[in-house]
């Protein structure tokens, strides 16, 4: 079992249609989970983060930790074809230990 | 303030080979961690350097190896090359006090045949 599991879609939605993406992990000493961005051959860009359970809103992105489900979403509302990239999710032990990716999930926004 | 730049942007070698990638951190960062990202993969830590000092190493064999240097820019060196070593080659830079603002430079695509 990967200590991170993600499914790779794709993902195929209509313009402002509400997304969810979603990560589920082993590992119960994860207490930093982040949500990066991925643009085609381009490096992944921080877009959220949450230290431990609950939740965590950035304009039409929520970000949602169960720590007791070992389970992370996040959700992007009235979705935009600019959001056309792989989603990343991403968690650490604590400090500056290293990031712990999911596989990715490919995400494309129909105009 | 500049971002994390990598050098070169791609490039292609041989089987059995060796590869030196470099990384520039963004100002005022003193980690940078390497990471393996292969086709359709998220990525995978190899290692890290705080200060000069490789402080973290995924589960990567003693061919890959690093250095950091006193101006806090790094380099990944791979020897004898492998098929399986194909990727992009993400750097990525922190304060070392940010517990979660690591930020990645756009990457070194290697190609090895």
């Known amino acids: 079992q990967k200590e991170v599991e993600q499914d790779p879609g794709p993902l195929s939605v209509p313009e402002g249609a509400i997304v969810s993406l979603n990560c589920t992990y082993s590992n119960s000493a994860f207490q930093y989970f982040m949500w990066y961005r991925q643009y085609s051959r381009k490096g992944p860009e921080l877009l959220m983060y949450?230290?431990?359970?609950g939740n965590k809103e950035d304009g039409r992105f929520t970000a949602q930790v169960d720590k007791s489900s070992k389970y992370i979403s996040l959700f992007i509302r009235d979705s935009q074809p600019s959001d056309s990239a792989t989603y990343l999710c991403?968690?650490?032990?604590?400090?500056?230990?290293?990031?712990?990716f999911g596989k990715g999930t490919r995400l494309s926004v129909i105009a | 303030e500049t971002g994390v730049t990598q050098s070169p942007t791609h490039l292609i070698k041989t089987r059995g080979q060796q590869v030196t990638l470099r990384c520039s951190s963004q100002s005022g960062h003193n980690t940078v961690s390497w990471y393996q990202q292969a086709l359709g993969q998220g990525p995978q830590f190899i290692f890290q350097?705080?200060?000069?000092?490789?402080?973290g190493r995924g589960n990567f064999p003693p061919r890959f190896s690093g250095l950091q240097f006193p101006n806090y820019s790094s380099e990944l060196n791979v020897n004898a090359l492998e098929l399986d070593d194909s990727a992009l080659y993400l750097c990525?830079?922190?304060?070392?006090?940010?517990?979660?603002?690591?930020?990645f430079g756009p990457g070194t695509r290697l190609t090895v045949t």
């Open positions: 350097y705080y200060r000069e000092e490789e402080n």
């Open positions: 990525a830079s922190s304060s070392g006090t940010g517990i979660y603002e690591q930020y």
């Open positions: 991403a968690m650490r032990t604590g400090g500056n230990t290293p990031l712990v």
């Open positions: 949450t230290y431990s359970s």
